[in-house]
């Protein structure tokens, strides 16, 4: 068997190439949008891939070479098809896009490679609604670490702007691309792009900073009661885990790890410690309470940290359709 000196990213490019799209598509779930992109583009990059090396890279995962390879066959609708499997038809066009007609990165796509705070510096002197473009189109997560970096009052408004966006016009986001001095990928369409909403600050209200999180919703309870009521009829916080259904805590517990697990249970009510006991064996659940009540005391900040954990991976898996979510905002399909 040859020797391979091939990046890593290459190695899971070849890799994913030579399984089928659902077994492909299966893997690519379990990666964040950044690492997506990352093997996609190099994916539709490859070209002269010999056998030899093929079978070098899946030599170091499994020991046979599947019969079945995509590789030189079709690569791009392979791509386009694995893709929209794993992601769905939304998440996965812009992507696509981007991919197979070169890679380029928008302005805005730029930033999501950035930390957050250097993405607070950069809109920190723009306009408020450029900055509520930007934070709405960034991951929650990012987003949240975004205004956690920026003014209390910048945080309100940006909040309030990103609740009351829904369409950009293309020419809005050409302009906020100019000043990102970014050209933006995919603009040759003329549809207007879909921004924002009550349900997008809601998601990112759900991954800021608790203490930060009730700093925001105090105030628009205040100042804005009718958009503080929108938004907290469609968040989901850890308490609401209560009225999820059991085959989806079943799956969630599955993907949270025991010590997060562990730590958040520190902070629970005792509704929504007895749904985590009830969906576990006999024997895991002694053991959890055994190490709830031998365990020492654990600070608020990591017990909120680990709850917020657990929501970001219950609110993934329900984007995915993995599970369903009870509580708060169920309708919606969280």
């Known amino acids: 068997m040859m020797e391979l000196s091939l990046p890593g990213i290459d190695k899971a490019a070849i890799l994913l190439l030579s399984l089928g799209e659902s077994d492909a598509a299966a893997v690519l779930r379990q990666l964040d949008a950044k690492e997506v992109q990352r093997v996609g583009l190099c994916m539709a990059q490859l070209a002269n891939v010999r056998r030899e090396q093929v079978e070098a890279v899946v030599a170091e995962f499994i020991d ?4 079945h390879t995509s590789l030189g066959l079709g690569t791009d609708d392979y791509i386009r098809s694995m893709l929209t499997q794993a992601l769905g038809e939304d998440k996965a066009g812009n992507l696509i896009d981007r991919i197979l007609i070169g890679g380029n990165t928008s302005g805005l796509d730029s930033l999501k490679w950035m930390e957050a705070r250097a993405v607070a510096d950069v809109i920190r002197f723009e306009h408020p609604q450029i900055q509520a473009i930007v934070v709405a189109y960034l991951d929650p997560d990012q987003a949240s670490e975004v205004l956690s970096h920026l003014d209390s009052k910048v945080r309100l408004d940006i909040i309030q702007r990103v609740a009351s966006l829904s369409t950009v016009q293309p020419t809005a986001l050409k302009e906020l691309n100019q000043i990102l001095e970014k050209q933006f ?4 369409g003329n549809s207007r792009t879909h921004l924002g909403g009550v349900k997008r600050a809601a998601n990112i209200l759900n991954c800021l900073d608790s203490s930060l999180e009730s700093e925001l919703l105090d105030t628009l309870r205040q100042t804005d009661n009718s958009l503080y009521t929108q938004l907290e009829d469609l968040m989901f916080v850890f308490d609401n885990l209560a009225d999820a259904d059991d085959r989806g805590i079943q799956t969630l517990l599955r993907e949270v790890p ?24 006999r024997r895991a ?23 917020k954990e657990i929501v970001a991976i219950a609110r993934r898996m329900a984007d995915a359709g993995e599970i369903t979510l009870g509580g708060a905002g169920a309708e919606q399909m969280l």
């Open 64 to 67: 046979t070479v599947n019969d």
């Open 185 to 188: 990928a995919g603009s040759s």
């Open 258 to 281: 025991p010590q997060t697990l562990l730590i958040a249970l520190r902070g629970a009510d005792e509704a929504v410690k007895g749904k985590i006991f009830n969906n576990m064996s």
């Open 285 to 307: 659940a002694e053991l959890l309470r055994e190490d709830l009540a031998a365990n020492g005391p654990v600070r608020l900040s990591e017990v909120q940290a680990a709850q």
